[in-house]
């Protein structure tokens, strides 16, 4: 047989069997190359504290991103995209294993308990990383921006520093000069109560200036370079935009009178689980906030997203002026939400669906349908998987990820009958949600959601219930009323369900 060399065989596309070297044991891809077809091109946008509202295409009018709206109605656009867990390092351990976070042995951010779970002994803090499978084909992914979770593994080409940091002051001597420098204008900077966080304001830059924007330079200069070479290329450009210090140009600010969101209040707060009443609310508490401040808070952080979007224009511009647009799969995600005050809540670390739902849309006409909705909740450990099958990677055997292929081509209309997210306070790096907490899970289907504590250390369940369909805004907790006992069962056995087979 004549020997075929790395370079003829990522032309050929012939990839099966490559991802041995990981040691994952393999099963064939839904949607395997043409022998004569090259893989696909990958371009991954990522966000970071994204979530799904965030974007106009999930139907908010002030939400101002029509190149990202574009791009979702020129391909598949997922309604209820779940991650795994609502913090950066522990969702994007997932994403990239395909595993949960609780078999990848990472819940949280911060310390560990101070009490080991059961939950923990089977965690496997080793699992490989999926994207390894394409530098087996010779394809080696490249990052620009922010990385977290197997950052040796990327190919890295530089990130841009932010000019103010997370208490809303000048960062470094670009930042102070800049402030030195503007007129009068309206910074108006708000803070979080308790740990002072930057979640809103105007600063007194142009947009070319941000930490968005040079970011967006970084990304084109890196494409152009990959786009130069003949070889299939995997390009992830990671922003760190709309997470924390939540800041934008006055040009992206959004009118706050255009934002229809609710307003916490006390009265609804009253109804709500032990945790979020008390540890949540001290954490991050949108009651602590006025309604002028949260105002400021949200114009800034739906104008930090519009601020991608203008990125994301230039990097579509990019791949048309290089011939590269047919080719390339084109992703758009985050890692997690953010709460903007809903619930009395701010920031993370919740499991309501402006956390845990995130934008998520993949694009590529020449081989994905376009204008597709999917309306099924689906799981980020899918996302990766997804991708081996549209390179035509073999998919492996023993990650609970599923490549999404089969729905999204309309092979099959059934799902997982829920999906998953779980958190563990305990490993928190905040002192309020380490006490008298432990590992908080959520169950969701498409009509219902189950919160609660799935954990022998925590003294109760101290559950929230939500009708989804109902209550779409999860403002009535129905876990105390007696005619849902049967409802929470079931949610509960699915709950445990899950819980035994991820340690398999």
Not at 38 to 61: E, Q, S, V
Not at 174 to 194: C, H, L, M, Q, S
Not at 337 to 354: A, N, S
Not at 430 to 436: A, G, I, S, T
Request: charged share 25%; with cysteine; glycine share 6%.
């Amino acid at each position: 047989m004549e020997q075929i060399n790395r370079r003829d065989l990522i032309k050929t596309g012939i990839s099966a069997g490559l991802i041995a070297a990981s040691g994952i044991t393999n099963t064939k891809s839904h949607a395997a190359l043409k022998p004569s077809s090259k893989p696909p091109n990958i371009l991954w946008i990522m966000m970071d504290d994204a979530r799904a509202d965030a974007l106009g295409c999930y139907g908010k009018p002030w939400a101002r991103t029509p190149n990202m709206d574009r791009l979702a109605a020129q391909g598949i656009r997922f309604a209820a995209a779940v991650v795994q867990n609502p913090v950066c390092v522990p969702s994007r351990t997932s994403m990239k294993t395909s595993h949960y976070c609780s078999t990848c042995g990472i819940t949280a951010m911060g310390n560990p308990p101070a009490v080991k779970p059961a939950y923990m002994k089977n965690a496997k803090p080793d699992l490989p990383n999926l994207l390894n499978a394409w530098k087996n084909i010779g394809i080696a992914p490249v990052n620009v921006g922010k990385t977290h979770a197997f950052q040796n593994d990327w190919l890295q080409k530089g990130d841009a520093p932010a000019l103010v940091d997370f208490l809303a002051k000048p960062k470094g001597p670009e930042g102070k000069k800049k402030f030195d420098e503007a007129e009068d204008f309206d910074y108006r900077p708000v803070n979080i109560k308790t740990h002072r966080w930057m979640i809103g304001g105007i600063v007194p830059y142009a947009p070319e200036d941000t930490q968005t924007w040079r970011l967006g330079d970084l990304g084109v200069k890196a494409l152009e370079e990959l786009a130069a070479k003949d070889d299939p290329f995997f390009l992830r450009v990671s922003f760190h935009a709309p997470h924390v210090p939540c800041r934008v140009p006055k040009q992206y600010f959004i009118d706050p009178d255009k934002i229809d969101l609710p307003l916490p209040t006390e009265e609804e707060l009253k109804s709500k689980p032990r945790f979020e009443r008390e540890q949540l609310r001290i954490y991050a508490g949108g009651l602590d906030l006025t309604a002028q401040q949260i105002g400021i808070c949200r114009g800034t952080y739906y104008g930090m997203v519009s601020l991608v979007d203008a990125q994301v224009a230039r990097l579509i511009k990019t791949l048309k002026q290089t011939a590269k647009l047919d080719n390339t799969i084109i992703v758009i995600n985050s890692d997690q939400g953010f709460q903007l005050g809903e619930h009395g809540l701010w920031k993370k670390r919740v499991l309501y669906d402006q956390n845990v739902c995130v934008p998520f849309i993949l694009s590529c006409p020449a081989m994905l349908p376009q204008g597709k909705v999917i309306e099924q909740p689906v799981e980020m450990i899918d996302f990766i998987p997804t991708l081996m099958d549209l390179t035509g990677l073999d998919i492996p055997e023993n990650i609970p990820g599923r490549s999404l292929m089969p729905l999204i081509t309309g092979r099959t209309k059934q799902w997982k009958r829920a999906v998953f997210c779980e958190i563990d306070h305990s490993g928190s790096m905040y002192d309020e949600l380490r006490k008298n907490s432990g590992r908080r899970v959520m169950v969701r289907t498409a009509q219902w959601k189950l919160i609660y504590f799935m954990d022998e250390r925590a003294e109760d369940k101290d559950g929230a219930l939500y009708n989804l369909k109902l209550d779409p805004q999860e403002k009535t907790n129905l876990y105390g009323d007696p005619k849902y006992a049967h409802t929470i069962t079931r949610l509960e056995k699915l709950a445990e369900k899950w819980d035994r087979n991820r340690q398999t």
